[in-house]
């Protein structure tokens, strides 16, 4: 386990590995925690995990040694400040359009001066939270070197599905329409120094966007790995 918090290798240069989860159970959490990620991402917004979940969840995956974070569901202070109340020490924030968007959205991690979070999370980390802000359509390309210059918007993470929705372009990080769009978030986040990753689901995937400069690397999310392990398996056992 890293003495170092989640949000302090962030903001350093070190590339960090997570899960993605979406199946609020205990036992799975830990297990893929367990792995040796570095964190896991509770998925908020499209997962079936509740607020009423997060409690055990955070305490499993940082039992387990890997840092809990949670993707929010949407771009609200109180969306942000309950994930982080319950035990989460960074949130993925999505829905984000603008920079003055992204401005409220990490005034919302932070307690005053720096921020308006409100106090008394009975499970909030005593380190310093982070923010990634999620660029997932052509208004959140825009605004980007915008939103790279907000303080506090400590890496951005892309969301390709509903990125491609916005381009008309087919969810294949080699389109030729979505890949060019891939490289100018890329360019734009090393120009500003700002860690980046994009959404992946398999180690593969993840290779291209790390070997890329990418230092947030999802590998795994929990349904799609049972699915093709078990589908793996399967088919040696009936070879």
Known sequence: MHNESLGARLRGKET???????IPDVLAVRAMAAAGLDYVVIDL???SATERDLPALTTAIAAAGAAPVGRVRHAHPADIGRALDLG?????????ESAE???????????PPTGYRSGGGVLASAEEPFCVIMVESRAAMAELEATLAVPGVDGIYVGP????????CELNPR??????????????CAAAGTP????????????????????????????????????????????
């Open 161 to 168: 599905r509903d990125l491609s929705y916005s381009l008309g």
């Open 88 to 96: 989460c020490v960074g949130v993925i924030v999505p829905n984000v």
């Open 101 to 111: 968007q992204a401005a409220a959205v990490a005034g919302a991690c932070h307690y």
């Open 175 to 188: 389109d030729p329409v979505l890949r060019p769009a891939l490289e100018r978030i890329w360019a734009a």
């Open 16 to 22: 960090l590995y997570g899960g993605w989860v979406t």
């Open 45 to 47: 917004q499209h997962g």
């Open 196 to 239: 980046v990753g994009v959404h992946s689901a398999d180690g593969a995937t993840a290779k291209d966007y790390r070997d890329n400069g990418c230092r947030l690397v999802n590998v795994a999310s929990d349904v799609l790995a049972i699915a093709r392990t078990t589908a793996a398996e399967l088919a040696a056992a009936r070879h």
